[in-house]
């Protein structure tokens, strides 16, 4: 490419008020004047043209050249060019200097097809001629541009491009840009050092994607360590055969002799029952056979024995190393620095998302089990159907918003409607069944267990078997991004904010009213708190009630981000009960931690294998079993009634 593209950038300072004023040049002539070189283009040819239409700074150029790049500019037989707007029979054609509509007849026409060469180079002009386009959406065209295939001549143009951008987040990208494009093609060595320590402190993907191509490396071997920028000199004895194999590909060595090749030549040399005076009777070993070989080499019948011996010393003749491209060995030392700046930044911040990660799954957890810890604390009853609750929630969402189609309001009526619904089946369910089955576990557990399965059968009777949206209200859309690394979507954020509302509101139910006075009375003691007036059979529906309720809530909050299913209950079961286990039952803060750490031990599990979830799963239960063997009241224990029970 012609040494014009390095220059086109010392122009564009004043392109956009050369594009504001009429030279009085139609765009027209100047076609003409090259009208060869637009209708049969070349690499070379064509960068004469390129350089009269930049140096006019008409209007029209940035539209021309798109629509030559676009094979949509057509030639009459008089050799008059137009752009092509629609095709067929009858020709769409603008006039390039006026813009006046026409029509003509397809076969008087002839279109101009550049090649991909030429159009490479045409987009390279196109590029730098729209960094300062008037037009934002052209000039971010530009900058994508020059993000998927950036090469030296934009640098230029980029940098004198930077003081006239109006748009702040358009220049501090194109600013982003100019620092990629100097760390690699920036003239002076002190230029592109500079760029690239700026980078030190980016962990985006393409700072770190400029860094690994400075420091691209290229495999080299030779008798005697060369001169040059040497990255780093290779250890052969690694991995030998591998090594050796580049000296036979280089023509250095001979092939390796395999047991095949060798055997072969002493079947084909025996001699009166012998092979080079050794007899056949006695090479029945490798070690005999390859001794009878190298004297059938000595003598010149057989090529070279090629042994590991001898593998081994024509390594040690050779120096295998790698060599930079970059030559200038500052240069790649600065990347070197930068780029282990960014990968320890790049750590810090996976961490910090990981954290993130595990804080939104605890959460949740959190959200699923805590109406679990009130009903299992308080009334020792395991129940199973305590993941249909959630479901239950999660589907009252689902028809509100059949109803309600602005899923903000929607979603504000279908929380505390998901927790009347599911706090009356729980109390149903309580009254009917659990009241007669207080201090045996095992038939309430296969109880509950029914009812979950009986629930299960009639939502999808009710709903069907496929999945059904719960969509969330347009301002949840999206993520919280805080840089390439680091980000958390709103919805999470959202359900971590709904997790702390509903912590704080059960502490206050709890700490600050009569009827959480009365729950604490019968959980840590039954008996007095019947003899003071309490009754517990009412605490007890009312708990459950309540357990229930807050699960409604839980689903329609789980439900935002999940599958809404019959099944999906059963999701969430599992570690509902692992949470309650480990916190300590029937205790709000031990709730908290037992999600807490199970949020992030799974989530710690899951990066370590991420091939493998069901395995991450499995990893946590075991840890879980092997936690409750040592601490089996939780990590907050309860006193009274649970603690002696």
């Known amino acids: 490419m012609r040494p014009i593209f390095f220059t086109i950038g010392l122009i564009f300072g004043t392109l956009h008020s050369a594009q504001a004023q009429d030279t009085g040049t139609p765009f027209q002539d100047i076609l003409q004047t090259h009208a060869g070189e637009v ?3 070349s690499r070379r040819s064509v960068s004469v043209v390129l350089d009269d239409l930049i140096a006019a700074g008409l209007p029209q150029t940035t539209e021309f050249l798109e629509e030559w790049s676009a094979r949509n500019v057509w030639q009459d037989i008089d050799g008059t060019f137009f752009i092509v707007t629609s095709e067929g029979d009858q020709l769409g054609l603008r006039d390039v200097d006026s813009g006046a509509e026409s029509r003509g007849d397809k076969r008087d026409f002839t279109q101009i097809r550049p090649n991909g060469g030429v159009r490479r180079v045409i987009g390279t002009a196109l590029v730098q001629f729209q960094l300062s386009d008037p037009d934002l959406a052209r000039r971010e065209t530009a900058l994508v541009s020059i993000a998927r295939k950036p090469e030296a001549a934009q640098l230029a143009p980029l940098l004198a491009s930077i003081d006239g951008e109006q748009d702040a987040g358009l220049k501090a990208r194109k600013v982003q840009l100019a620092n990629f494009l100097s760390a690699r093609f920036a003239d002076a060595p002190e230029d592109r050092i500079a760029a690239i320590e700026s980078l030190s402190k980016d962990t985006s993907v393409e700072a770190r994607s400029v860094l690994n191509q400075i420091l691209t490396v290229k495999s080299g071997l030779a008798k005697d360590l060369p001169e040059g920028n040497i990255a780093r000199v290779l250890d052969p004895t690694v991995a030998p055969d591998a090594f050796y194999q580049q000296l036979i590909d280089a023509d250095l060595a001979p092939i390796r002799t395999p047991p095949t090749v060798v055997r072969a030549a002493l079947e084909a040399n025996i001699v009166e029952g012998r092979v080079a005076d050794i007899p056949v009777a006695q090479l029945d070993t490798d070690e005999a056979r390859n001794r009878a070989y190298a004297r059938l080499a000595e003598a010149g019948t057989v090529p070279q024995l090629v042994t590991n011996v001898y593998r081994d010393a024509a390594l040690s003749e050779h120096v295998f190393y790698e060599i930079y491209n970059e030559e200038n060995a500052e240069i790649t030392a600065a990347a070197e620095a930068a780029l282990k700046s960014v990968e320890a930044r790049v750590g810090w911040a996976q961490t910090a998302d990981l954290a993130l990660d595990g804080l939104s799954l605890a959460s949740i957890y959190f959200l699923a089990a805590i109406g679990l810890a009130i009903t299992f604390g308080v009334m020792g009853v395991i129940n199973m159907a305590h993941g249909e609750f959630i479901m239950m929630g999660a589907y009252t969402g689902y028809v509100v ?3 309600i189609p602005d899923y903000t309001v929607s979603i504000i009526v279908a929380l505390p409607l998901a927790f ?14 659990i009241r007669h089955l207080y201090h045996r576990p095992l038939e309430t557990l296969l109880a509950t267990f029914g009812i979950s399965i009986a629930l299960q ?7 069907g078997t496929q999945a059904r949206p719960l969509t ?3 301002w949840l859309d999206g993520a919280l991004v805080f840089s390439d690394v680091i980000q958390i979507s709103y919805i999470r954020i959202a359900i971590f904010v709904l997790a702390l509302l509903f912590l704080g509101l059960i502490l206050f139910v709890l700490k600050r009213t009569r009827l959480g006075l ?3 009375a019968v959980t840590q003691n039954p008996g007095m708190a019947a003899s003071m007036g309490i009754n517990p059979d009412r605490i007890n529906m009312l708990t459950f009630g309540l357990g229930s309720g807050i699960a409604g809530i839980a689903g329609v909050a789980i439900g935002l981000y999940a599958k809404v299913t019959s099944e999906m209950g059963a999701d969430y079961i599992v570690q509902s009960f692992m949470t309650v286990v480990v916190g300590g039952v029937g205790n709000v803060w031990g709730t908290l931690a037992g999600a807490s750490m199970i949020g992030f031990l799974q989530k710690g599990i899951e990066w370590l294998n991420p091939s493998n979830t069901l395995a991450a ?3 946590m239960i075991l840890f879980i079993i092997l936690f409750i063997q040592f601490r089996p009241k939780g990590i907050v224990a309860l006193k009274g009634r649970a603690a002696a029970d």
Do not use: H
């Open 457 to 463: 059968q009639l939502a999808k009777n009710i709903f």
């Open 420 to 433: 009347a619904i599911t706090f009356g089946a729980g109390v149903t369910m309580e009254r009917l069944v």
């Open 401 to 403: 918003q059949l109803f």
């Open 518 to 520: 009365e729950v604490r």
């Open 39 to 41: 209708a049969k283009p």
């Open 472 to 474: 969330s209200p347009d």
């Open 617 to 619: 799963q499995t990893y």
